[in-house]
């Protein structure tokens, strides 16, 4: 070792202090927010089910028995994180009351699983660029402020655990053809991410499409495939019988693991793994054939088993939840569309995305990075999840993180190009190459352009009705099934001892569409509907109309009358939540 690399910090301290940098950071902005709300609907739904798991709930039933009631909500989501934030729960416990408790396991998990994600995206970088874009690469994530939407303290959802082993299967993948035991570890966290959830499927499958490809067309590729595959085979079946009851064995399903999912992988791996064992032949021909008839065995049964799920995640739920309901999610909303509707916004996300993939396409224009294994994983995995935000804008943190290493690599050109070598001025350059900046200074370009938002993304109206506090007088009322707007279901399962109609959940088809046709319809019409599903309350907070009404038949319906103060005959306003976020109308039985 040189006396100049002896010389050099410590890479992991270096590592370390970022993240605490960042954790302190997001503590500093965030602490006060998590007394007085749980961010998101997600957030509110998972504390609901490790709460009733941790209550006594089976491992294996993922019933929400509050939700549309009596049959109940059947949950996609991994009963891992449960166990995750259980654990965490626990831990406080042992120092401090339970509710504070809870609070600091909701400020804590998020933050954990930055350190991974920050390391998977320094380890891409180290790989196309060595030791210096790594750093770079810490920089750029110290200053990442959008890159940390999912990791801000609350956020108790799945999604920043699927951020973390998505950078580190696509770091794994970026080092297999240099570090044998990096194959070991792709499918390993593949594995994980499997049983975690599927949205970070896309970038996945562009982990085990580079894997094929390297063993077809580099003869030195066998051994890794091998490796990769039969490890993937068997943390996929793994995860299968962790995630998946007995019960449901049998059953395909488009929006988790399931036996239709685990065909497709576990062939596909095994047949990759025997392919790269038996056949490391130098015939490309023979090579690209096995790959070809691997991919026909693995995807046969996985459409003889469940053929919907062609069709994407949500292809069983039902059609009619879409207009009315998840088209109107903002994070499912396409990015283009959303320039017209909320420019400023769709900058602030755009901009690293869009510098990542400039950056991209600058390193390709080097030869020897055109042949290189690593840059070209890394570069596909950006593209996969360019590509996703381009079609839903909630991808945007898998691009702005798979996009770092990619703007790091080229900061260290740009240093080259224009002769900067000492220290502060290549910090001073990095830091404007950072997704904060970027964004920032694109923002004050729009701005100053005259771009203004025409709609506000982040719905200012509802703010009262997300609100803790807000949900203590509903809380005080009797138990009974609540019709209310479906955004605030996850709030009500989590703050009150109530059942609700209906979710933000595409596996809810019928009480979304009863809940949304009992506020449209006039209402003696909404009272059928209410009494069919023996709803006990009635209650509304802000003044967004439900999805689609407007004019005439906004006046016409039970929300339009609700909200004009011609309360129906057949509700009863229930004294202690009039003048609060929200009112509360208890249904009168039938005479």
């Not at 047949?271 to 046969?300: D, H, N, Q, Y």
Request: charged letters at 15%; aromatic letters at 10%.
């Amino acid at each position: 070792m040189s006396s100049a690399q002896m010389r050099q910090p410590n890479f992991m301290l270096l590592l370390l202090i970022a993240w605490l940098l960042v954790m302190l950071q997001l503590v500093a902005q965030h602490w006060a927010e998590t007394a007085q709300t749980l961010l998101d609907t997600d957030d509110a739904m998972r504390l609901t089910q490790m709460r009733d798991w941790l209550a006594g709930q089976g491992w294996y039933d993922m019933v929400q028995r509050r939700v549309e009631p009596p049959l109940g909500y059947l949950s996609h989501w991994s009963r891992l994180i449960d166990a995750g934030l259980g654990g965490l729960l626990w831990l406080f416990r042992l120092f401090v009351d339970p509710a504070l408790a809870e609070r600091l396991m909701r400020t804590v998990w998020p933050m954990l699983w930055l350190l991974p994600t920050m390391a998977g995206t320094a380890a891409i970088a180290w790989r196309i660029a060595g030791r210096e874009a790594a750093l770079l690469a810490l920089l750029l994530a110290v200053v990442g402020l959008p890159a940390f939407h999912q990791f801000r303290p609350g956020r108790i959802d799945h999604h920043n655990v699927q951020i973390a082993l998505t950078t580190l299967t696509v770091a794994a993948t970026v080092w297999s053809d240099r570090i044998r035991w990096a194959a070991f570890a792709a499918a390993a966290v593949t594995g994980l991410a499997l049983a975690i959830g599927l949205e970070c499927l896309p970038y996945l499958m562009v982990c085990a499409a580079a894997f094929a490809a390297r063993y077809v067309f580099d003869r030195n590729g066998a051994r890794a495939a091998a490796d990769y595959g039969l490890t993937l085979a068997a943390a996929s079946i793994l995860a299968f019988f962790v995630i998946v009851g007995p019960d449901h064995w049998a059953r395909g399903a488009c929006d988790m693991i399931a036996i239709n999912w685990v065909a497709l992988v576990a062939i596909g791996g095994v047949g990759l793994g025997v392919a790269g064992w038996k056949f490391p032949s130098e015939r490309l021909s023979l090579r690209l054939a096995c790959v070809g008839l691997i991919t026909v065995a693995a995807a046969v049964p996985f459409v003889l088993i469940e053929p919907r799920c062609l069709g994407g995640p949500y292809a069983m739920m039902d059609p009619a939840v879409w207009p009315i309901w998840l088209a109107h999610v903002r994070e499912m909303e396409p990015l283009i569309p959303l320039f017209a509707k909320s420019p400023l916004t769709a900058i602030a996300i755009a901009t690293f995305p869009v510098a990542a993939l400039v950056a991209a396409l600058a390193l390709l224009w080097q030869s020897e990075l055109r042949r290189d294994y690593g840059f070209l994983v890394a570069a596909a995995g950006f593209a996969a999840a360019f590509i996703t935000t381009l079609a839903a804008i909630k991808a945007y943190s898998y691009a702005t993180w798979l996009g770092m290493p990619l703007v790091a690599a080229l900061a260290l050109h740009l240093f080259a190009w224009l002769h900067v070598r000492s220290l502060v001025p290549r910090v001073a350059l990095g830091l404007l190459l950072t997704p904060a900046v970027l964004s920032i200074g694109a923002i004050s370009i729009a701005d100053a352009a005259g771009i203004n938002e025409r709609e506000n993304f982040n719905r200012p109206e509802r703010e009262a009705c997300l609100k803790t506090e807000n949900y203590a007088p509903l809380a005080r009322l009797p138990a009974g099934l609540v019709a209310a707007d479906i955004d605030f279901g996850p709030f009500l399962l989590a703050l009150t001892p109530h059942s609700v109609l209906a979710a933000p959940y595409h596996r809810l088809s019928k009480g979304i569409i009863a809940a949304h046709t009992a506020f449209v319809a006039p209402p003696d019409e909404a009272r059928r509907i209410l009494d069919r599903e023996h709803v006990t309350y009635v209650i509304t907070c802000g003044p967004r109309p439900p999805t689609g009404l407007t004019g005439e038949a906004l006046s016409a319906s039970l929300w339009g009358h609700l909200q004009a103060g011609d309360v129906p005959v057949w509700l009863e306003p229930v004294p202690q939540t009039l003048g609060q976020a929200f009112v509360a109308y208890r249904v009168k039985p039938l005479s």
